[in-house]
T-cell receptor, first 116, second 112 residues
């Protein structure tokens, strides 16, 4: 079946602009996660949705970052007033159950964001 | 979250077994040990997880020390496709604590 998809695959923007990154999870998966990965580092957690609500947004670095999942499926990560330090690969993952630890997460290929 | 220590890099010859170690000395009694790997230019993928007993699946085996302060991921016969960064991740069993806390992992190079 179809895996997690993310669009766009690459996004180049200018400092100060607004960007939206989209994630389509595996159909039926109730849990959705966003991570970002800087060069040479492991992925860093940003936010986790269970259904439509954000169950844990402790990883969002500041109030320029916001994510929504209005219908419990597709999610959009929104970044306002982008900064060069926001350049990274943004990864989305989904899983079928919200009860840890049986929580295998399926990752998408990521969106590479470059802020000039 | 429990801290983990993994070698930065390892090399192995193709078709030989690979043992990837992970130290997690601060792990709690209810933390599961998960392993994910990330192939080049891809998102991470789940490999295996366990609590106390050794675990096997089609991808790998996981050997967990009796005191649970360390574990070893075993690839029985490495192929070129196994070249990736491997992450050892303790995860709490509490409902709601869903995030994966990745370290820097071990970069595994397979030599043809």
């Amino acid at each position: 079946g179809a895996g997690v998809s993310q669009t766009p695959s690459n996004k180049v923007t200018e400092k100060g602009k607004y960007v939206e990154l989209r994630c389509d999870p595996i159909s039926g998966h109730t849990a959705l996660y966003w991570y970002r990965q800087s060069l040479g580092q492991g992925p860093e957690f940003l936010i986790y949705f269970q259904g439509t609500g954000a169950a844990d947004d402790s990883g969002l670095p500041n109030d320029r970052f916001f994510a929504v999942r209005p219908e419990g499926s597709v999610s959009t990560l929104k970044i306002q007033r982008t900064e060069r330090g926001d350049s990274a690969v943004y990864l989305c993952a989904s899983s079928s159950r919200g009860l840890a630890p049986y929580n295998e997460q399926f990752f998408g290929p990521g969106t590479r964001l470059t802020v000039l | 979250d429990a801290k983990t220590t993994q070698p930065n890099s390892m090399e192995s010859n193709e078709e030989e077994p690979v043992h990837l170690p992970c130290n997690h000395s601060t792990i709690s009694g209810t933390d599961y040990i998960h392993w994910y790997r990330q192939l080049p230019s891809q998102g991470p993928e789940y490999v295996i997880h366990g609590l106390t007993s050794n675990v096997n699946n089609r991808m790998a085996s996981l050997a967990i020390a009796e005191d649970r302060k360390s574990s070893t991921l075993i690839l029985h016969r490495a192929t070129l496709r196994d070249a990736a960064v491997y992450y050892c991740i303790p995860m709490r069993s509490n409902f709601g604590n869903e995030k994966l806390t990745f370290g820097t992992g071990t970069r595994l190079t397979i030599i043809p």
